[in-house]
């Protein structure tokens, strides 16, 4: 599996961005997906992730109400719509796919991960 993010920019504070995730091969619909993000000098973190049945999400506390996680195992994608955006959430985003849900030491340990989209906030 291949996978390719795009979507990201500049926005400003309280605007929106969706980012998008294409992934190639058939098996996407069997991988459980993640969106991390990495802000300059901090660690990468888990934002959000979906189940390959679309069934379970999760989201971390500080995107919680603001982010949404989605996937088309038809289209091969999953998306971020990110809304209500802050500074805070300025940062390279990346898609990573997993056959186990967890995502502790993903950056190891997953399957796959794609190349990061720059997503910037002013404020």
């Known amino acids: 599996v291949q996978l390719q993010a795009s979507g990201g920019g500049l926005v400003q504070s309280g605007g929106s961005l969706r980012l998008s995730c294409a992934a190639s091969?058939?098996?996407?619909?069997?991988?459980?997906m993640g969106w991390f993000r990495q802000a300059p000098g901090k660690e990468r973190e888990l934002a959000a992730a979906?189940?390959?049945?679309?069934?379970?999400?999760y989201y971390a506390d500080s995107v919680k109400g603001r982010f949404t996680i989605s996937r088309d195992n038809a289209k091969n994608t999953v998306y971020l719509q990110m809304s209500s955006m802050l500074p805070e959430d300025t940062a390279v985003y990346y898609c990573?796919?997993?056959?186990?849900?967890?995502?502790?030491?993903?950056?190891?340990?997953?399957?796959?991960w794609g190349q990061g989209t720059q997503v910037t906030v002013s404020s």
């Open positions: 990573a796919a997993n056959r186990r849900w967890t995502w502790v030491s993903c950056t190891t340990l997953c399957d796959y």
């Open positions: 091969g058939r098996a996407f619909g069997t991988y459980h």
């Open positions: 979906i189940s390959w049945s679309s069934g379970t999400t």
